[in-house]
């Protein structure tokens, strides 16, 4: 706590109160790092990134030695050892060029506050190294480079097979049921279906044999290992099945027989791995799972649709008032059939024989089991998505209800909605916490501050403290929002609370508030001072009030004592500003009360010359001694007045100059300047 890291700088000392009532942004990267004030910022900025270069290459480094190859081939080993090297060689180069620059060590970089996010490391391919410039191949299609499955590469391969297995599975049943493929239109049909087939070929071949997996708690870069990992799956016979390439019996019985692809059907997983990344990515995952059921939902009436037209073909086109009669768009008449059936709405026409009868069986229990179950889903989905907003408007309507039957002022009531709603669209949740409890502590940690870091970054305390304390206090700060003009802390109260400013500003009011001593801003902290023990000053020493809508956190005394036991530096800056603010709130109190004494001297003295003028010609002897005997009175009285005053300054400057100020002198000399009041 004694080093320069730590204590508060004197600049800083010498403002009022320090930068704590108007503090400056800082980027969030920079907040608790040690600044030399000689680097200028693009320097700064250029340590920066080769900082992260650094590190960067480290965790390179550590990756080599995380995933061992096992066991090692030799050229691989080799591969291994010139990466390590070359890696090693721009490290060392970046270091010198950083000594040579003398920027700030990186000891001091380490200090620097950063939230950890563990992403799946890809080892750069040892041939990426040799090809430079335009002869440099994406890491995705380089064969020696495993693939990160969660990675954008992957994600959007995974697009491009989910998209062909669909055109699969929509197109063999239609144009194995509906007349669409002519003869004319058979070689586009063919070639849409063979780049589908490439495509899932190059997936069993060259993707899904790359894709790093977990095992025992390490990502498995190692090419072998993923083949090995990859054969051994379930998937991988699906997919091997799916390529069976039964159109080779196109040969005996025609392009016509399109059903027989249907192996293609086989590769569903990759559909629904596509679909269990974008719900991880996507940022409302709600609408991937709407689309996938909605998806389920079409396809099974595009399958229903396409068994009726198979089912009238086979019965014979219009030769009944059931079957498809052969007038309009086949595909919309069939789908809008099955749409019907599905969704039991009714008005089907009447089946005339047994086929038609089981036809119509399978479809209504398919609408009435399938369908409703799909449907159900929908709703499940779109429930959890609104579930937020639905609890709001429970707890909103139930409190106003409560307070409606209280009787409460109508004032009152709007006052509690208004609040609602500030709270809602500020936070979309009352209870912050709560959401986070499933999470791990460190991780809960990490996720607090990487929300609340724009704010915590600017708070003074914290970039004076260690990164600890700011770890420390993230999970107990708890938000809370005021309206405007609310009282935040009353003057008089005992404090249970101090706060920081989130958004918004709020006034220190003065004692009679009419007066605004201070506006707090963005990352000011107050509140502490009567939660500091400080003997005397137990209860507020203020009125704080919201200037407009503010939002701040909350850090209970509890919270802050446990803290403080552990950051004695964090409890001394504390305690000086503190120190400081007492300390004017007394002189300026001092000086108002002399100001006031001075009034109402100087008032006195007013009506006692007039009376004196009105009483001359009665008794002129006895007025020339009371007059003097008055002066003399009041001048003493200034005089004590003014003493009292001098000592407060001197204290003040005597004080200054000492690293801590014992308080109750200070408080004395305020109680001595209220003496002097009473004697006058
Ligand atoms: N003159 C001032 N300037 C800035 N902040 C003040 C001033 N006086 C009081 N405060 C703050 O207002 C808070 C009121 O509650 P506390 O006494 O706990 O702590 C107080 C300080 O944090």
């Not at 990466?83 to 000891?107: C, N």
């Not at 069939?334 to 749409?339: G, R, S």
């Not at 209280?406 to 006052?415: E, P, Q």
Request: glycine share 4%.
């Amino acid at each position: 706590s004694t080093s320069g890291l730590n204590t508060p700088k004197v600049d800083d000392r010498k403002q009022p109160y320090g930068s704590w009532c108007t503090p400056e942004a800082t980027p969030a990267h920079k907040v608790l790092t040690p600044t030399n004030s000689n680097t200028d910022s693009k320097s700064q900025k250029k340590h920066d990134s080769q900082q992260n270069q650094i590190k960067g290459i480290l965790l390179q480094v550590q990756k080599v030695r995380l995933f061992p190859r096992n066991p090692p081939t030799e050229s691989n080993s080799m591969n291994e050892i010139t990466s390590v090297s070359t890696e090693l060689q721009d490290l060392k180069e970046l270091k010198s060029t950083q000594d040579t620059k003398k920027l700030p060590s990186p000891e001091k970089e380490e200090s620097s506050f950063s939230v950890e996010t563990p992403q799946s490391p890809v080892p750069s391919s040892p041939r990426q190294k040799k090809c430079k410039g335009y002869l440099r191949v994406p890491a995705f299609c380089d064969p020696f480079v495993p693939i990160d499955p969660q990675g954008r590469g992957y994600i959007s391969w995974l697009f491009l097979v989910t998209f062909c297995h669909s055109y699969n599975a929509w197109c063999i049943a239609l144009r194995a049921t509906f007349p669409y493929q002519t003869p004319e239109n058979t070689p586009y049909w063919m070639v849409a279906d063979y780049f589908c087939d490439i495509v899932y070929l190059l997936d069993v071949a060259l993707v899904k044999p790359r894709l790093m997996f977990l095992h025992e708690g390490f990502w498995v870069d190692n090419t072998k290992e993923t083949r090995k990992n990859y054969r051994k799956k379930l998937q991988y016979k699906f997919d091997i099945i799916s390529l069976t390439p039964l159109d080779l019996l196109y040969i005996h019985f025609g392009t016509q027989m399109v059903i027989l692809r249907f192996p293609r059907l086989l590769k569903l997983q990759t559909f629904w791995e596509f679909h269990q990344a974008m719900d991880r990515v996507l940022s409302s995952p709600y609408v991937v799972r709407i689309g996938k059921t909605l998806f389920y939902i079409f396809y099974l009436i595009h399958l229903n649709a396409c068994a009726y037209y198979a089912m009238s073909y086979y019965i014979g086109l219009g030769s009944n008032d059931w079957v498809y009669d052969n007038q309009g768009n086949a595909y919309i008449r069939c789908f809008y059939f099955a749409t019907k059936t599905a969704t039991s709405i009714g008005k089907n026409p009447k089946p005339e024989n047994t086929e038609e009868y089981l036809f119509m069986t399978a479809a209504w229990l398919m609408g009435v089991f399938v369908f409703a179950l799909l449907i159900g889903q929908i709703r499940d989905i779109i429930a959890t998505a609104t579930r937020a907003r639905t609890e709001y408007r429970q707890t909103v309507d139930g409190c106003a209800r409560y307070l409606r039957r209280l009787g409460t002022a109508r004032a009152l009531r709007r006052r509690v909605t208004c609040w609602f709603n500030y709270t809602w669209t500020q936070q979309r949740c009352f209870d912050e916490s709560s959401i986070l409890n499933s999470l791990p502590f460190n991780m809960k940690r990490d996720v607090a501050l990487a929300v609340h870091m724009s704010t915590l970054s600017k708070v003074q305390l914290f970039r004076d403290c260690s990164d600890s304390l700011l770890r420390d206090l993230v999970l107990q700060l708890r938000p809370v929002s005021f309206l405007p003009g609310d009282v935040v802390v009353r003057k008089g109260d005992v404090g249970h609370q101090m706060y920081i400013i989130k958004s918004g500003e709020c006034f220190v009011m003065s004692q009679d508030e009419k007066e605004v001593l201070a506006t707090l801003r963005e990352g000011s902290v107050f509140g502490e001072i009567s939660l500091l023990g400080i003997e005397g000053l137990r209860r507020r020493t203020a009125t704080v009030r919201s200037r407009g809508y503010s939002n701040l956190f909350a850090l209970s005394r509890n919270d802050l004592d446990s803290a403080l036991k552990h950051h004695k530096e964090a409890a001394q800056i504390l305690r000086l500003r503190a120190d400081q603010i007492i300390r004017e709130n007394a002189a300026r109190q001092a000086k108002q009360k002399l100001a006031h004494l001075q009034a109402k001297k100087s008032a006195s003295l007013v009506s006692d010359n007039s009376g004196h003028r009105n009483r001359r010609h009665s008794n002129v002897s006895s007025n020339d001694s009371s007059v003097a005997v008055e002066g003399r009175r009041h001048r003493s009285a200034s005089a004590l007045s003014k003493r009292r005053l001098s000592s407060v300054s001197e204290n003040k400057v005597l004080r200054r100059a000492e690293v801590r100020t014992p308080l109750p002198t200070i408080v004395l000399c305020a109680e001595a300047e209220a003496e002097a009041e009473t004697d006058a």
